[in-house]
C-alpha cells in the first residue's frame, strides 16, 4: 500500500497517532503556557498570480493562523526552506522578504531556521513558539455547545474551482486579494482572553470547514449539527452561474480561508460575544451545535461526508 492509497487523514489517524507522545492529535501543541506549531507547503503550491513574496506571506500566515485560532500570541519564528539550486538570487530575497514582512506584521521575531537544497520547485516550513493567552487543554465538549465561524467562506473556493476549470470561471477581487496576500486578525486574541471562560475549543479552518468541523468530532467522538452554511452568496451566485456546483461541492473546495472556529459553552453571552467581534471586524455567526451522534457532521437531517483537499490523494 501507498500513501497516496490510504491518504493524508487516515496516514496521520491510523500511523502517525502510534508514534507521537500525546493522546490529542491537534493543529498546536500546547505545554506549560507555551504553544508551538509548524506548517509548511510546497513552492509549486502557488498560484500563477502570486509572487515569492506572496508565497513568502502566506506560508507565515498559514502557520500563524493556526497559532492564533489556539489562543496563542505568537513570539519567535524559525524557517526551513528547500530551494532548487538554479533559483535566482532575487527571487530567494523576494520569498525572503515576504517571510520577514509577515513575521514582523504578527509581532514576531525571525531568529533562524535552515536551509536545504531541492531537486524540485522547493518548500518553506514555518515553525512557531509563542505564549498561550487563553487555554482549553481541560474543558470538556457538552450537547448543545455551539459552533461559531468568524466569517463567510468561500472565496478561495472561487480560486480553486476557477483554477481547475482553467481560470475560465471569472474571479472576484476580494477572492484574488484572500489568496494572494490573506492576513490573520491578530485581534482574536484580545477576544479570546476576554472571554476564554466562555470558550470549550478553538481551531482554524485551513484545511476547510467540513474537514475542520470532523477534526473536532474525531477528537471528541461527538457530533456536530449544522445550522446555517457561512457561504458568502456573491461567491455563490458566481459559481453557480458558470457551473452546476451545489453548496456541498464549494464547501469541498474550500480551504486556507483562514478563519477561526470556536466552540463556546451553551450558556455563553452569544450576542455580546458577536457584537465584539464584530467591532474588531469579524462577520461572526453561529453555524451549528454539538450533538451526541458520535461522528457524525449532519445537515437538514442529511449526513455530510468528510470531504476536501489530502496532500497525498488530491481532493476527494
Known sequence: MRLKDIGEHEFIKKIIRNYVDINLLDDVFISENKG??????????AF????YYDIGWKAVT????????????????????????????DKAKELLNGISDAIHYYGGRYVGGDLNDSDFNGWVDIFIEGDLVCDTSDKILQEGDLVLIGDYIGYTTNVFISYLNNFRIPISSKALIKVKHPIVNKALLL????????????????????????????NFNLGIQITSLP??????????SYSNLTEYDILKYSGEEFLPILILDKGSPVEEMINDLQYLAYNPLIIGRITNNHNILSYKNQIIKNTGWDN???WY
Do not use: H, Q, R
Open 36 to 45: 508551538y506549531k509548524i506548517d509548511g507547503f510546497k513552492l509549486s503550491y
Open 231 to 240: 457561504l458568502d452568496l456573491n461567491v455563490v451566485k458566481i459559481l453557480k
Open 48 to 51: 500563477p498570480f502570486m509572487t
Open 191 to 218: 477576544f479570546m482572553k476576554k472571554y476564554c471562560k466562555f470558550i470549550k475549543y478553538s481551531t482554524d479552518i485551513s484545511d476547510g470547514l467540513i474537514v475542520s468541523l470532523y477534526n473536532i468530532i474525531y
Open 312 to 314: 497525498f490523494t488530491g
Open 62 to 89: 498559514a502557520s500563524t493562523s493556526d497559532i492564533i485560532a489556539k489562543g496563542i500570541k505568537p513570539n519567535f519564528y524559525l524557517v526551513s526552506l528547500g530551494l532548487n539550486p538554479n533559483i535566482e538570487v
